[in-house]
């Protein structure tokens, strides 16, 4: 698994934004994919993820209505439509993959990723 995020940058509160985390490696062991984010002087967090098997989505509460996770088959992406964007929402947003048999109540824990991107900066101005 090899994971490339792309899509951050700077846009104004109530604008949006498309993240795109690429499995390079094109792995089929992937049980789930997820984002989290770390804003500076806080602790990283979950914010949605998306599981393999059934396609169940989860989403913080913070993000929930506003964010969509969902994945491209064909090309192995997973993306994360960020709308509404708050002051808030700044921070850099990280992809996150699973191969173990990730279960419901693991799928907001870090400690259950054992891959992840190199991080992407959002930056939303008030």
């Known amino acids: 698994v090899q994971l490339q995020a792309s899509g951050g940058g700077l846009v104004q509160g109530g604008g949006s934004l498309r993240l795109s985390c690429a499995d390079s490696?094109?792995?089929?062991?992937?049980?789930?994919m997820s984002w989290f984010r770390h804003a500076p002087g806080k602790e990283r967090e979950f914010v949605a993820g998306?599981?393999?098997?059934?396609?169940?989505?989860y989403y913080a509460r913070s993000v929930k209505g506003r964010f969509t996770i969902s994945r491209d088959n064909d090309k192995n992406i997973v993306s994360l439509q960020m709308k509404s964007l708050k002051p808030e929402d700044t921070a850099v947003y990280y992809c996150?993959?699973?191969?173990?048999?990730?279960?419901?109540?693991?799928?907001?824990?870090?400690?259950?990723?054992?891959?992840w991107g190199q991080g992407t900066l959002v930056t939303v101005s008030s």
């Open positions: 996150a993959a699973s191969t173990s048999g990730i279960i419901t109540s693991s799928m907001t824990q870090s400690s259950a990723y054992e891959y």
């Open positions: 490696g094109r792995t089929s062991r992937t049980s789930a």
């Open positions: 998306l599981r393999w098997r059934d396609l169940s989505t």
